[in-house]
C-alpha cells in the first residue's frame, strides 16, 4: 500500500507560481510518482512525473518549460514547481503513484491517489 499526502494549492495570480508537495509512504516501492489534474467538466490530464530511481522526468506539452517536477528522496517527497502560471492551469491537482517499472501517461495506470489540491490561476 501506499499513501499520498498532498500540500501547496491554493490561489494565485496569472504569471505568478507554486509549488505542490506530495509525501509518499507505504511498505510497497512505487517506480512513478506523478502529477495529474482535472479541471472542471474535464478528464483526468497527464502533467508530469518522476521515476523514483534514477530521476527521469516526463511532461505534457502544455506544462513543459513552466513546470518542473523533482524529488527528495531523503523526505520521501515529490515536487511540482509551477511557474508562468496561467488561467487554463487552473485544476485539482493529484498526486499519483504507479507500482509497475514501465512508464504511462494515462491516469488508468496508476495504482494510488492523493486526495487532491486545488489551484486556482486568476487572470
Known amino acids: 500500500q501506499v499513501q499520498l499526502v498532498e500540500s501547496g494549492g491554493g490561489l494565485v495570480q496569472a504569471g505568478g507560481s507554486l509549488r505542490l508537495s506530495c509525501t509518499v509512504s507505504g511498505r510497497t516501492f512505487s517506480y512513478y510518482v506523478g502529477w495529474f489534474r482535472q479541471a472542471p467538466g474535464k478528464e483526468r490530464e497527464f502533467v508530469a512525473v518522476i521515476r523514483w530511481t534514477g530521476g527521469s522526468t516526463y511532461y505534457a506539452e502544455s506544462v513543459k518549460g513552466r513546470f518542473t517536477i523533482s524529488r527528495d528522496n531523503a523526505e520521501n517527497t515529490v515536487y511540482l514547481q509551477m511557474m508562468s502560471l496561467k488561467p487554463e492551469d487552473t485544476a485539482v491537482y493529484y498526486c499519483?503513484?504507479?507500482?509497475?517499472?514501465?512508464?504511462?501517461?494515462?491516469?488508468?495506470?496508476?495504482?494510488?491517489w492523493g486526495q487532491g489540491t486545488q489551484v486556482t490561476v486568476s487572470s
Open positions: 499519483a503513484a504507479r507500482q509497475r517499472a514501465i512508464m504511462t501517461y494515462s491516469s488508468w495506470g496508476y495504482d494510488y
